[in-house]
């Protein structure tokens, strides 16, 4: 995140631009909110379910206004922009998280491990074959076998009739 | 005291020393980590601390917390990058100071502020948590509210600049927390009809999500920035000429560290500006400061350290955190089934006296291992980051799987780690929002309990001194700033 700060940029301060967007989700979530299902107020006691969602609603909105007024009277200032690297990131660990059913979380955290360090410029083969084994044994030795956590298996290992 | 006796035995058994011990050298290495801070690794290590019973699980994350605001001040001292926020004021001696060729000095001066930062806050806590316990018996739920609402309140005091912001990150939390069947009702709260969201959003993988997904994204774009260590043979215990010159500051940041980590929401980061600040006002040199001033060492690093015991007196007595930290330990009492406040005191003495204890000794220790390991501790900040962070996200994906064993946690940490990452650019922090949703049962529960007592009159309030007192510091936390600094305009004009 390169955040330049001080640069001046047309338009108005992004402070603007983020309270709207806060207001259009409180107004967004306030709809969300009609659609709850009601109770007798003897059985809510009077509390309905919306009483306390509604109430920080009200009082994210009063701030978003705030945000608006305060972002009106500032200068502009220029977000710089989003490295690919970040989008390249993101995309890469969505997609482990994806594949951990269908290969299972030892090969997704290898296949993962080995892909995000080639990404983020690690070029040495035997740091990243190091890492893409390590890394798994790791888990496995300490949270399969030691903690008992029983992670999805995925089709590689069912073919062998395992458990993650 | 019945407790202490039972907690003496609990700190010598090997298992919780050696937990102990791994907490403390974890903490270390993993504030010397840039990017990687005590509030991270402790929600990292939230979900496995599920495996271990209270004490041992509360003494490691307790350890950790402690050793990892000393951590930060090795990455500060050597590389002028601070491994986490609370160091950032030791960097603006420290660097010049290694830069000079006096690294180990600086590390000596960092470690030996932070013992003392850290043991007098622990025995404050002792203290002063016990006591405020027993003022928490006269709280009903009108004063527990009230109470909540003024921590949340004291987000807008973090940071000056952020104000509005840290209000709407708690707000946010704080709605987050309103997710699930509400338990009152029956009814059904922003579940879309999918069944995993009856039970509520967990907070582990929003912790893990917003502090170590988040950061993850945030290292990402700092791909090609490249660090500079200056290298450390051996840490050096402070000379009697310097702790002579520094003992009034290392004073005066214990005490300022400690009050500052008391209040609700403030934590080591602002208790080390703090404590910087006051120790360049009271220096007989303060045009030395920014050059590698010994005051300007010592004065931050006994402050954050002394922030860590002060966070905990109202996170174990009252149950509203004293910093980011200090909520996800907050959680971890929370999700070990206990509830801070005055019952904890009375119910579970050796727990307490344990945590106590765990941090004294992780203080000692991250000293002893300061002495020992600075030349190795210096060579962690060298560790490449594509091999770093990889890690990160295993332990993340890991963490947040391992809670229920359910995907749906992994999908909610990614999902908070996207939306923490798109915050954090505008300006967003991630500790309100985790202060709001460990706040967010408490408040709404005990703000439902308050109407229903006073039969939906709000006016019900005016009534309780004590909650009246806490409205009145909650409006005196968000408006004391803006209205300082109207008053100074006008000053100003005139």
């Not at chain 2, 940071?159 to 029956?186: M, P, R, Y």
């Not at chain 2, 006016?459 to 004590?466: H, Q, S, W």
Request: charged share 10%; aromatic share 10%; glycine share 12%.
């Amino acid at each position: 995140m390169t955040n330049v700060s001080g640069v001046s940029a047309r338009g108005l301060h992004h402070d603007v631009y983020v309270g709207l967007v806060l207001l259009i989700f409180c107004a967004v979530t306030f709809y969300i909110t009609t659609t709850f299902d009601s109770v007798p107020a003897m059985l809510s006691q009077n509390i309905p379910a919306t009483f306390f969602p509604r109430l920080i609603l009200f009082v994210i909105a009063g701030l978003s206004v705030i945000l608006i007024v305060s972002g009106l009277r500032r200068t502009p200032e220029k977000l710089g922009g989003i490295p690919g690297s970040v989008f390249l990131t993101a995309g890469v660990i969505t997609l482990a998280i994806f594949l951990v059913k269908p290969l299972g979380t030892l090969l997704t955290v290898s296949l993962l491990s080995m892909t995000l360090t080639w990404l983020w410029g690690e070029r040495s083969k035997t740091r990243i074959i190091s890492l893409a084994i390590g890394l798994p044994a790791a888990i496995y030795l300490i949270f399969a076998i030691g903690l008992q956590v029983r992670f999805p298996a995925g089709v590689v290992l069912a073919l062998f009739g395992a458990g993650g | 005291m019945p407790g202490l006796e039972v907690a003496l035995q609990v700190i010598t058994d090997p298992y919780i020393l050696g937990l102990i011990f791994i907490g403390t050298i974890g903490g270390v290495l993993v504030g010397a980590l840039p990017g990687l801070s005590s509030s991270m690794a402790t929600a990292l290590l939230l979900p496995f601390s599920l495996y271990l019973d209270p004490i041992p699980a509360i003494a490691l994350l307790a350890s950790l917390y402690c050793a990892g605001t000393f951590g930060g001040s090795i990455t500060a001292i050597l590389i002028n990058a601070p491994g986490a926020p609370p160091a950032a004021a030791t960097a603006f001696d420290g660097y010049p100071m290694a830069q000079r060729g006096e690294a180990g000095r600086a590390l000596g001066l960092a470690a030996v502020s932070s013992v003392i930062g850290g043991t007098f806050s622990v025995l404050v806590l002792l203290i002063a948590a016990p006591m405020l316990a027993r003022v928490a018996y006269s709280f009903g739920p009108a004063e527990y509210f009230a109470l909540a609402v003024f921590g949340l309140s004291m987000l807008s005091s973090i940071s000056g600049k952020g104000a509005v912001k840290n209000l709407i990150g708690g707000c946010f939390g704080l709605l987050i927390a309103t997710v699930g069947v509400d338990l009152t009702t029956g009814v059904e709260r922003f579940t879309f009809g999918m069944p995993e969201l009856y039970e509520g959003i967990h907070f582990i993988p929003v912790l893990i999500g917003l502090f170590a997904i988040t950061e993850l994204l945030s290292q990402a774009a700092k791909l090609r920035q490249e660090v500079v260590a200056i290298g450390v043979s051996a840490l050096k215990l402070p000379s009697w000429a310097d702790f002579n010159k520094v003992k009034y500051t290392i004073m005066r940041s214990c005490g300022i560290g400690t009050f500052i980590g008391i209040l609700p929401a403030e934590g080591s980061t602002m208790a080390a500006m703090i404590g910087y600040n006051e120790s360049k006002r009271w220096s007989k040199n303060p045009e030395q400061f920014g050059e590698g001033a010994v005051e300007g060492i010592a004065g931050p690093e006994a402050a954050n350290n002394a922030a860590t015991g002060g966070s905990l007196v109202p996170t174990l007595a009252l149950g509203i955190p004293g910093s980011a930290t200090a909520a996800v330990i907050l959680g971890g009492l929370q999700v070990q089934g206990l509830r801070p406040g005055p019952y904890l005191f009375e119910q579970q003495p050796a727990l307490l006296y344990g945590i106590f204890f765990s941090m004294l000794l992780a203080n000692f220790l991250f000293l002893g291992f300061g002495l020992v390991g600075a030349k190795v501790f210096s060579r962690i900040t060298q560790v490449p980051r594509a091999l770093l962070w990889p890690t990160v996200f295993a332990l993340c994906f890991v963490g947040a799987y391992g809670l229920e064993q359910s995907m749906k946690d992994v999908w909610v940490m990614l999902a908070a780690g996207l939306v923490g990452f798109i915050l954090k650019r505008y300006g967003f922090a991630p500790a309100p929002i985790i202060m709001g949703l460990v706040l967010g049962k408490l408040t709404e529960n005990s703000l439902a309990q308050a109407m229903i007592i006073f039969d939906q009159q709000w006016t019900g309030f005016l009534g309780r001194p004590i909650a009246m007192s806490f409205f009145a510091l909650a409006l005196l936390s968000v408006f004391a700033a803006p209205i300082k600094r109207l008053v100074m305009q006008r000053v100003r004009l005139t």
